[in-house]
C-alpha cells in the first residue's frame, strides 16, 4: 500500500462543495458521539437506581456497522440536507468514531499500549481538521491534470498526476480510496494505493552505514561521506512567526466564552502565520525525503539508533531543537524505503552506547556530557568526533551480526545495559551483570560490596 499527494486547484464553488462534505462529516461523528455517550449516562444512572444488569437499557454496539445502520435510521431528523453530500462523507466520519471508541475502549482494557486515550471528544468547526474520505464512487484520474470523485466531480489539481496516472495505465496499481484534506488553505487529496512493486537492488547491496542523528549536525555517517546539516527551518522563521504572531494578537480573535467571531483581519493574519507554519514544515519533509532516498537506494544495510524521542523533547532546552530536526519522520521513513529498495534497516538498541564506546578498542566510558563533542579514549589514544565514533560503532555492531557471530549482546535485545542493575537487599548497592553477590563478609560502611564471588 502507498499513498500519491496531490494539490489540488479547486474552483470557489468547489471549495463550498468540499467544505459541506467536511461538515457532514464532523456531524456524523459528532452525532454518534453524542448518541453513544447518551447510552453511557443513561446505563451508568439505571445501575445508581439499583436496576439489575439484565434490566438495562441495550448497550449501543461501537462496531461503524452499528453506528451507521444507527445513523440512517436518524438522518433524516438530524440531517435533512444529507442528499447535497456524498454518503461516504457520513461513513467517513462514523468510520473515526468507531475507531477512536475501539481504541478507547483498548486503553481502558489494557490492550493498546502507551499513553491512556480518553473518551472520544466533540468535533468542533475550529479545533478539528479539515478532511474527509471517499472509499466507493467514482475516483479516478482524468488526464494528468484533473481527478474525479463522489458528487464533487472533476476538480483540477496543481501539478501533474502522471507518477500515479503511469501506473494506473500499466495495470500495477489499483486506487483503493481517496482522502481530500485542507492545510493552511490549501486542498490536497491523497490516494491510498495498492501497488505492485518489481524487485530493486541498492547500489551498494554489501555496504553497511552508521548514520548517527544530532541536533547540531542532522547526520554523520560511518563511511566518511560529509555530514548532513541540519538546517533549522523553524529557528529560521522563529522571526517572522513572532512578528505574524504579534499582528494576530492585535486583532480581534475569536473568544468562546462570549461567542464573539473573529474579524476578517484577524483571519487574514491568521492564515499568513499559518502558511508559514505549512512553509516550514515542507522545507523539513522535503530535505529528509531527499536523506532518506539518498541511503535506501546506495546501502543494503542502513543502521540507526533506537531514540527516545517522546523524552526528548519533554527537555525544555532541547525540545525545540529536537522537533525541528525531525528524528521520528527520518526513521519511519528509512522503515519503509529500504523495503522498497531491497534493503535493510537495523535499529541498535537504546540502551547501546554508541557514543561512549571507542570504535578502534572498544573501551566504553563511564560519562561523556553532551558538551564534550571530541570522544578521547585514554587506553587507545583515539581522538575523533563524538558523532563520527558513535556511526562507526553503530556499522560495526551490524557487520558483526551479519557476520555470522551470532546475537551481538549477551541479552538478546541488541545492546548491553552499561549501567549495572540495582540490588534488590541492599540500598544504593550496584551488582555487576553476570556475578553473584554473597552476603557473608559484605560491608556497608561505605555504601558499596566490598566482596563479589
Same mark, same amino acid.
Request: proline residues 4%; aromatic residues 6%.
Given at each position: 500500500?502507498?499513498?500519491?499527494?496531490?494539490?489540488?486547484?479547486?474552483?470557489?464553488? /468547489? !471549495?463550498?462543495?468540499?467544505?459541506?462534505?467536511?461538515?457532514?462529516?464532523?456531524?456524523?461523528?459528532?452525532?454518534?458521539?453524542?448518541?453513544?455517550?447518551?447510552?453511557?449516562? /443513561?446505563?451508568?444512572?439505571?445501575?445508581?437506581?439499583?436496576?439489575?444488569?439484565?434490566?438495562?437499557?441495550?448497550?449501543?454496539?461501537?462496531?461503524?456497522?452499528?453506528?451507521?445502520?444507527?445513523?440512517?435510521?436518524?438522518?433524516?431528523?438530524?440531517?435533512?440536507?444529507?442528499?447535497?453530500?456524498?454518503?461516504?462523507?457520513?461513513?467517513?466520519?462514523?468510520?473515526?468514531?468507531?475507531?477512536?471508541?475501539?481504541?478507547?475502549?483498548?486503553?481502558?482494557?489494557?490492550?493498546?499500549?502507551?499513553?491512556?486515550?480518553?473518551?472520544?471528544?466533540?468535533?468542533?468547526?475550529?479545533?478539528?481538521?479539515?478532511? !474527509?474520505?471517499?472509499?466507493?464512487?467514482?475516483?479516478?484520474?482524468?488526464?494528468?491534470?484533473?481527478? !474525479?470523485?463522489?458528487?464533487?466531480?472533476?476538480?483540477?489539481?496543481?501539478?501533474?498526476?502522471?507518477?500515479?496516472?503511469?501506473?494506473?495505465?500499466?495495470?500495477?496499481?489499483?486506487?483503493?480510496?481517496?482522502?481530500?484534506?485542507?492545510?493552511?488553505?490549501?486542498?490536497?487529496?491523497?490516494?491510498?494505493?495498492?501497488?505492485?512493486?518489481?524487485?530493486?537492488?541498492?547500489?551498494?547491496?554489501?555496504?553497511?552505514?552508521?548514520?548517527?542523528?544530532?541536533?547540531?549536525?542532522?547526520?554523520?555517517?560511518?563511511?566518511?561521506?560529509?555530514?548532513? /546539516?541540519?538546517?533549522?527551518?523553524?529557528?529560521?522563521?522563529?522571526?517572522?512567526?513572532?512578528?505574524?504572531?504579534?499582528?494576530?494578537?492585535?486583532?480581534?480573535?475569536?473568544?468562546?466564552?462570549?461567542?464573539?467571531?473573529?474579524?476578517?483581519?484577524?483571519?487574514?493574519?491568521?492564515?499568513?502565520?499559518?502558511?508559514?507554519?505549512? /512553509?516550514?514544515?515542507?522545507?523539513?519533509?522535503?530535505?529528509?525525503?531527499?536523506?532518506?532516498?539518498?541511503?535506501?537506494?546506495?546501502?543494503?544495510?542502513?543502521?540507526?539508533?533506537?531514540?527516545?524521542?517522546?523524552?526528548?523533547?519533554?527537555?525544555?532546552?532541547?525540545?525545540?531543537?529536537?522537533?525541528?530536526?525531525?528524528?521520528?519522520?527520518?526513521?519511519?521513513?528509512?522503515?519503509?524505503?529500504?523495503?522498497?529498495?531491497?534493503?535493510?534497516?537495523?535499529?541498535?538498541?537504546?540502551?547501546?552506547?554508541?557514543?561512549?564506546?571507542?570504535?578502534?578498542?572498544?573501551?566504553?566510558?563511564?560519562?561523556?556530557?553532551?558538551?564534550?563533542?571530541?570522544?578521547?579514549?585514554?587506553?587507545?589514544?583515539?581522538?575523533?568526533?563524538?558523532?563520527?565514533?558513535?556511526?562507526?560503532?553503530?556499522?560495526?555492531?551490524?557487520?558483526?551480526?551479519?557476520?555470522?557471530?551470532?546475537?551481538?549482546?549477551?541479552?538478546?535485545?541488541?545492546?548491553?545495559?552499561?549501567?549495572?542493575?540495582?540490588?534488590?537487599?541492599?540500598?544504593?548497592?550496584?551488582?555487576?551483570?553476570?556475578?553473584?553477590?554473597?552476603?557473608?563478609?559484605?560491608?556497608?560502611?561505605?555504601?558499596?560490596?566490598?566482596?563479589?564471588?
Amino acid at each position: 500500500m502507498q499513498a500519491y499527494r496531490f494539490a489540488l486547484d479547486p474552483t470557489p464553488r /468547489q !471549495v463550498g462543495a468540499l467544505l459541506r462534505h467536511v461538515g457532514a462529516a464532523r456531524v456524523a461523528f459528532s452525532w454518534g458521539q453524542a448518541v453513544v455517550k447518551a447510552n453511557l449516562g /443513561q446505563r451508568e444512572a439505571e445501575r445508581s437506581y439499583g436496576v439489575s444488569e439484565g434490566e438495562l437499557t441495550l448497550a449501543l454496539s461501537w462496531s461503524m456497522y452499528s453506528l451507521r445502520k444507527a445513523w440512517n435510521q436518524a438522518k433524516g431528523e438530524v440531517a435533512p440536507w444529507w442528499a447535497k453530500c456524498s454518503k461516504e462523507a457520513y461513513a467517513a466520519g462514523l468510520d473515526r468514531l468507531a475507531t477512536s471508541l475501539k481504541n478507547f475502549s483498548d486503553s481502558t482494557s489494557g490492550k493498546r499500549k502507551g499513553p491512556r486515550v480518553g473518551f472520544p471528544r466533540f468535533k468542533s468547526k475550529r479545533r478539528s481538521a479539515p478532511s !474527509v474520505r471517499f472509499t466507493t464512487g467514482t475516483i479516478r484520474l482524468e488526464g494528468r491534470t484533473y481527478v !474525479v470523485l463522489p458528487v464533487l466531480g472533476r476538480i483540477k489539481t496543481h501539478e501533474s498526476t502522471r507518477k500515479l496516472a503511469r501506473r494506473l495505465e500499466a495495470g500495477t496499481a489499483r486506487i483503493m480510496s481517496a482522502t481530500v484534506r485542507c492545510e493552511a488553505g490549501r486542498w490536497f487529496v491523497s490516494f491510498t494505493v495498492e501497488v505492485e512493486r518489481e524487485a530493486r537492488t541498492p547500489a551498494r547491496p554489501d555496504a553497511v552505514i552508521g548514520v548517527d542523528l544530532g541536533v547540531k549536525t542532522l547526520a554523520v555517517f560511518s563511511d566518511g561521506r560529509p555530514a548532513a /546539516q541540519n538546517p533549522q527551518h523553524y529557528k529560521t522563521a522563529r522571526q517572522k512567526l513572532r512578528r505574524l504572531s504579534r499582528t494576530v494578537s492585535r486583532r480581534q480573535g475569536p473568544d468562546r466564552r462570549t461567542g464573539r467571531r473573529p474579524s476578517n483581519r484577524w483571519r487574514r493574519a491568521d492564515a499568513q502565520r499559518n502558511k508559514v507554519h505549512h /512553509q516550514v514544515t515542507a522545507l523539513r519533509r522535503d530535505k529528509i525525503h531527499k536523506l532518506t532516498t539518498g541511503l535506501a537506494r546506495e546501502y543494503g544495510t542502513v543502521v540507526v539508533e533506537d531514540l527516545n524521542v517522546a523524552g526528548m523533547v519533554k527537555n525544555r532546552r532541547l525540545a525545540r531543537a529536537v522537533a525541528d530536526a525531525g528524528f521520528g519522520e527520518i526513521r519511519r521513513q528509512l522503515a519503509y524505503r529500504t523495503v522498497w529498495n531491497g534493503g535493510h534497516l537495523e535499529v541498535a538498541d537504546r540502551w547501546f552506547p554508541s557514543s561512549k564506546t571507542c570504535s578502534s578498542c572498544g573501551t566504553v566510558k563511564t560519562k561523556l556530557p553532551l558538551r564534550v563533542r571530541t570522544y578521547v579514549c585514554e587506553t587507545c589514544g583515539l581522538v575523533l568526533d563524538r558523532d563520527e565514533n558513535a556511526a562507526l560503532n553503530l556499522a560495526a555492531l551490524v557487520k558483526r551480526h551479519v557476520a555470522g557471530s551470532g546475537p551481538e549482546t549477551r541479552n538478546g535485545r541488541g545492546a548491553d545495559r552499561k549501567t549495572p542493575p540495582r540490588c534488590r537487599w541492599h540500598r544504593n548497592v550496584y551488582l555487576a551483570r553476570d556475578l553473584i553477590p554473597v552476603r557473608q563478609g559484605l560491608s556497608s560502611s561505605n555504601g558499596r560490596i566490598t566482596e563479589i564471588r
